[in-house]
Structures are given as C-alpha cells and as structure tokens.
C-alpha cells in the first residue's frame, strides 16, 4: 500500500484483499511500522515477519506456502519489491516472529513504487517527472533516516535495484507518468 512510508494499518487495501479472496486468493492486508519514527530496516523487517507469518499459519488456511506473492502500489510497490530481492538475506530479517519459517516470495507486483533512490534524487529525468521533490524527499530521507548522498549506504541498500541477483522471485514493475 501506498502513504510515503508511514507507519501503516493496512486497511487502505483491505477492500483490495477482499477482491482476490473473493475471487478465489488467499489474501492479507498487512500492517507495517514507518517514518518518522522507523525506518527502512523495520519496515522491510515488519513485511518478511507478514511473509513468516502467513506460511506459519499456511496449512489452517489452506494456503500454499510454496506459492506466497507480493503486491502494492507507490511505498507498497517498493516493499513488494524489497521482498523479490531480498529472499534469505539475513539483514532484513529483524527480530520478528516465527523465525523457523522462510520469508521469500514467489512473485511480486508493484505498481509506482521507488526502487532506486539515489536515481530518484540525481536522475535529471526522474527528477523532471516531479512539480515538487521536497515533499518526497523529505519523506524518502525520514524513512531511510540519513541525509541524503549517492554514496550512503543506508540510501544504497534502501533501494531493492541494489539487491537483484538471480535468485530474486519473478516481479512484474508497472509506472506509467499518466
């Protein structure tokens, strides 16, 4: 879901979730912590706890763990993409529940979400497509929660474009300007 990376309920695509389970998906709104007084690593480590969880309880629900996917639009988008890229890396884990269980994907979609950041802020073309980058910048800088250069590494390893291996689960980006 979307909202800048604030802290997070997950309501705002409850209507979402009940669609797909609906229409035959298992499917869960998840919460999540966020700027200003989080950053980066507690969101990403608050959606691969989501992930443990949801394979934990896979076999009450007739779930498929084998089968778990992501999906979210701007800051959602971005998350979604965070968990393709960053199956088994044990820095993201945190210290949320269910630790036995594997918090990989097997496919994500995002819809406008940020994978690059530094590209974000240094790209002429990028920064062309914005009226005003001080709202989002100021944003982007709370949640990764260090001032903002090319070379940090917070800023780095905030952008899921650094983590793609070939071990990454399929994802399908969409952003269009219009």
């Not at 802290?7 to 609906?22: C, H, I, K, T, W």
């Not at 210290?95 to 002429?124: E, L, M, W």
Request: charged share 15%; with cysteine.
């Amino acid at each position: 879901q979307g909202g800048g990376f604030m802290a997070s309920d997950g309501q705002m695509v409850r209507p979402l979730a009940q669609y797909f389970a609906e229409n035959g998906f298992a499917a869960a709104a998840i919460g999540y912590r966020g700027q200003p007084s989080h950053t980066y690593r507690n969101t990403i480590a608050d959606v691969k706890a989501a992930v443990r969880y949801i394979r934990a309880i896979s076999g009450e629900h007739g779930i498929d763990p084998d089968r778990i996917g992501a999906m979210g639009g701007s800051a959602g988008g971005t998350l979604a993409a965070f968990l393709a890229v960053t199956g088994g890396m044990k820095d993201f884990e945190g210290k949320g529940g269910h630790p036995g269980f594997s918090s990989c994907i097997q496919a994500a979609v995002g819809c406008a979400g940020v994978y690059d950041f530094i590209a974000r802020f240094t790209n002429k073309e990028q920064i062309s497509m914005h009226h005003d980058m001080d709202a989002p910048f100021a944003r982007n800088k709370a949640w990764v929660g260090q001032p903002f250069s090319p070379t940090n590494e917070d800023w780095r390893n905030a952008s899921p474009i650094n983590h793609v291996a070939n071990t990454a689960a399929p994802m399908l980006l969409m952003h269009a300007k219009d």
